[in-house]
C-alpha cells in the first residue's frame, strides 16, 4: 500500500491511486505458486514411476506364465508420455516462478503465461488420466457385454500399480486446476476496483 | 481513455488515472465469449445425441443376434453425464455472459468467476473424453495381450458414432481452453500497465 513513493520505472509506473499488488502480496503469490508446482513435480513423478514399474509376470492356470506391460496398452503409454510432460513442464515453470520471486517486476506478464499454458497442461493431464483410467477400470471389472475378461484378479500388482499411478495423477490434475485459480486469482487482485 | 469525467456510481469509480476497459471491448469480449459458449453447448448436444443413437444390433455367426449399447460400459456412461453437465453449463453461462453485455459494470467479477468455473468444467470434458476414447480405441484395435478382442470390425455403425462423438467431444475440450484464454486475456487486459 506504501509503494506509491518510488515510481523508478516508467515501464511499471506504480504513482497511480489505485493500489497496485504490494510487493509481499506478490512475492505470497509466487511462493504459493512454486509449491503447487513443487507438489506438480512430485505428483508427476510418482505417477510416472509407479505405472512404469508395474509390469507383472505370473504363472496362471490355463495360460501358463504370462507378463502383463504397461506398454501393452496404447492408453497407458499415453498416460506415461503426458504426465512426463507435466513433469518437466513443473520443472520449467517452477524456475520461472522463482525467477519472479526475485524480480517482481514482470510478475503480471508471467501470471498471464502461466494461466494459458496451465490450462493447457491440466486438458493433456486430465484426459491421460481419464484414458487410463477407463481402460484400467476395464481390466478391474471386465466387459461381459462384448467379452473382454477382467484381468485385476490375476494381476494384483499390476492392478495395485496403475490404481495408485491413476490416484496421483487426479491429485497433479487437482493441483493444476488450483494453479489456473491462483493466476486468474491474482491477475483479478490486480485491477483497480 | 476519456472516461475520467463522470464518476456516477462511487461503487464502480472509474476516476482514476489508469484506464479502464472501454464500454466497447468489454461488448466485444463477451460477444466472443457468448458465441463461444453457444458453439460449447451446440458441440455438447451432438456429442450426447451422437453417442445415445450409437445402439446397435448385428446378427454374427458365431454368436448369433447380439446388441452392443453405450450404456454398457461405464466409460461412456461417464461420457454421456459429463458433457451434459458441460451442455447445462454453457446454457447457464451463455446467458449470464448476454446479461454482462446488458450490465457491464459486473464484466470483472464475471470473468473470474467464468475462469474458475470454465476450468473445473474443462477438466471434466477433457476426462470423459480420454475415459471414452481409452476404451473406444480397445473397441477399435482390441489387445491381444490380455485377451479383449476388437468389436469395430463387427458394430461398424456404433464404432462410427462412438468416432463422430468424440471428434466433437474433443472439439468442445477446445473451445473450454479458449474460454479460459479469453477470461485470462480479458482480466489481464483490466491492469494498469
Known amino acids: 500500500m506504501a509503494s506509491t513513493d518510488k515510481p523508478t520505472d516508467p515501464e511499471y509506473n506504480k504513482g497511480a491511486p489505485p493500489p497496485p499488488p504490494p510487493p509481499s502480496a506478490t512475492v505470497n503469490c509466487f511462493a504459493f505458486d512454486v509449491t503447487l508446482r513443487v507438489l506438480l513435480f512430485a505428483a508427476a513423478l510418482t505417477a510416472v514411476v509407479v505405472i512404469v514399474t508395474s509390469d507383472q509376470t505370473k504363472f496362471t492356470v490355463p495360460l501358463g506364465i504370462r507378463e502383463v506391460k504397461f506398454k501393452h496398452s496404447p492408453a497407458f503409454v499415453y498416460f506415461v ?47 491421460a488420466t481419464g484414458t487410463a483410467g477407463g481402460v484400467a477400470y476395464v481390466g478391474l471389472k471386465g466387459n461381459k457385454h462384448v467379452g473382454w475378461l477382467k484381468i485385476c484378479n490375476n494381476y ?20 493444476l486446476v488450483l494453479l489456473v485459480w491462483l493466476s486468474v486469482y491474482s491477475l483479478h487482485g490486480r485491477i483497480p476496483k
Not at 515453470?93 to 490450462?119: E, G, M, Q, R
Not at 494384483?156 to 493441483?175: E, I, N, P, T, Y
Open 81 to 127: 508420455v503426458a504426465l512426463s510432460v507435466a513433469g518437466l513442464y513443473s520443472i520449467i515453470t517452477t524456475l520461472a516462478s522463482l525467477s519472479v520471486i526475485w524480480k517482481p517486476n514482470l510478475s503480471t506478464k508471467f501470471l498471464l503465461h502461466f494461466a494459458f499454458w496451465d490450462v493447457l497442461i491440466l486438458g493433456l493431464v486430465a484426459s
Open 156 to 175: 494384483d500388482k499390476f492392478c495395485q500399480h496403475l490404481a495408485g499411478s491413476l490416484a496421483v495423477s487426479l491429485f497433479a490434475s487437482v493441483v
